[in-house]
């Protein structure tokens, strides 16, 4: 019971990271049915440029907060910047052209990313600074970190605050105007490009936020960890039913605590033939399993196509 308990709570962190990236995922989706494969690779450049400011912060001798303050915005307003340039230079010259097409730009621009951080930050694995938060607190021997605490609180903060932006503000509103009928809303007065623009805008925000999660979370960061992450979170997109902000949630809540409940007994299931080694076969199998027999996912619904 405590080994559960305690992948439970791996998994809760690890699945509060991969809603926050699929958030990213569904938002743009929703209002352009345009899959951003870029995205996890914001997810890594957030992580590189809050670990080399907050280093860079810490060298000139600001406190760790201050730092960590300064890194978090930082990588913010950087992924902000790449975002709304891969909106400007990359979608929106496509978005009238084959549904194919945007979907490959999307994946070159993800290799540019890739390859730019390369040259940038190395190919080198960077160690991520100690954030001092290692006074773990054990419960019947369910240890939690105050860094798992942080993750969670905090993502399901912005979580909520995003869900009630969606639903709640007028900018949600334009939001969802925007992904019903962009023609019929431009002519109600919705500024659609800007919209458009401020749903890239939140979603490259929220993967500097991840960025800086995963990078404390692991301490470390490479050029390449986007990819994985990217492909888990757009799984967990399609799982809770991508467009669907709450099914983002559900799918990345759920896909952390499947693949942290795999990696915990999967050797146990097997014999000791698999290891934990193998537990993103959890991930894919159930992106294979969601696309063959519920492809609109948990809280998504078939819709017809829009003309």
């Avoid at 060298?59 to 909106?87: F, I, K, S, T």
């Avoid at 773990?136 to 969670?152: A, K």
């Avoid at 050029?223 to 039913?241: D, E, I, P, Q, R």
């Avoid at 983002?248 to 097997?270: F, M, S």
Wanted: proline share 3%.
């Amino acid at each position: 019971m405590v080994t559960f308990l305690q992948q439970v709570l791996n998994g809760l962190t690890l699945g509060c990271i991969y809603a926050l990236v699929a958030l990213g995922y569904t938002l743009v989706y929703g209002i352009l049915e345009l899959i951003n494969f870029a995205h996890g690779d914001l997810v890594m450049i957030g992580a590189l440029v809050s670990l080399s400011l907050v280093r860079a912060l810490q060298d000139w001798g600001a406190p760790l907060p201050v730092a960590l303050a300064g890194g978090l915005v930082g990588a913010m307003g950087v992924c902000v910047l790449v975002g709304v340039a891969l909106e400007r230079l990359a979608y929106r010259p496509l978005r009238h052209a084959p549904k194919l097409a945007p979907l490959i730009t999307a994946i070159g621009m993800s290799m540019v990313l890739e390859q730019g951080s390369a040259l940038i930050w190395g190919r080198g694995y960077r160690s991520f600074p100690d954030l001092g938060l290692t006074h773990s607190l054990n419960l019947g021997g369910v240890v939690i970190s105050p860094l798992q605490g942080v993750i969670v609180l905090g993502s399901l903060s912005l979580l909520g605050g995003l869900l009630w932006l969606i639903q709640r503000s007028a900018l949600g509103r334009a939001m969802r105007a925007t992904a019903q009928n962009p023609v019929a809303a431009q002519l109600l007065g919705v500024d659609t490009e800007r919209v458009i623009t401020l749903a890239f805008v939140i979603g490259a925000a929220l993967a500097a936020i991840a960025g800086l999660m995963v990078g404390a979370y692991y301490q470390v960061a490479h050029y390449t960890m986007g990819f994985m992450l990217g492909l888990k979170a757009f799984t967990a997109a399609v799982l809770g039913g991508i467009g669907n902000l709450s099914g983002a949630v559900l799918g990345g809540i759920l896909l952390g605590l499947l693949e942290a409940l795999g990696a915990g007994y999967l050797g146990d299931w097997t014999g000791n033939l698999f290891g934990s080694n193998y537990k993103d076969v959890f991930s894919f199998a159930t992106l294979i399993l969601v696309l063959l027999f519920h492809p609109s996912g948990l809280l998504g619904r078939h819709a017809p196509e829009k003309v």
